[in-house]
């Protein structure tokens, strides 16, 4: 059974940064695409940003480009997203996913999600 567990959310002041982490485990082979959304009180889940499985095709939502960094280790099956220049706006429960989508994009299907991990952001 694959499982998805988020790690690394905290609450920060403006400008600050955190990395998340997202373990996966119950795969056979390590999945060919994975992302992070998130999603803030009231409003829908948004994807931030989804990379391949060699790394080599990372994409962001405009408003993270810059700030946000999406990499994954496969040897320890672990997703990560570092996070600069934090800003209110960033506030939100995130959430780590995966799938096979080939294209790997935001707007991919994703099978597998994990619980989340809250991120607060303060001015």
């Known amino acids: 059974q694959v499982q998805l567990v988020e790690s690394g959310g905290a609450s920060v002041q403006t400008g600050g940064s955190l990395r998340l982490s997202c373990a996966a485990s119950?795969?056979?082979?390590?999945?060919?695409?994975m992302g992070w959304f998130r999603q803030a009180p009231g409003k829908e889940r948004e994807g931030v940003a989804a990379?391949?499985?060699?790394?080599?095709?990372?994409r962001y939502t405009d408003s993270v480009k810059g700030r946000f960094t999406i990499s994954r280790d496969n040897a320890k099956n672990t997703l990560y997203l570092q996070m600069n220049s934090l800003e209110p706006e960033d506030t939100a429960m995130y959430y780590c996913?995966?799938?096979?989508?080939?294209?790997?994009?935001?707007?991919?299907?994703?099978?597998?999600w994990g619980q989340g991990t809250q991120v607060s952001v303060s001015s």
């Open positions: 996913a995966a799938g096979d989508s080939i294209a790997c994009t935001l707007s991919s299907r994703f099978a597998y």
């Open positions: 119950g795969y056979t082979y390590s999945p060919y695409c």
């Open positions: 990379i391949n499985r060699d790394g080599s095709r990372p």
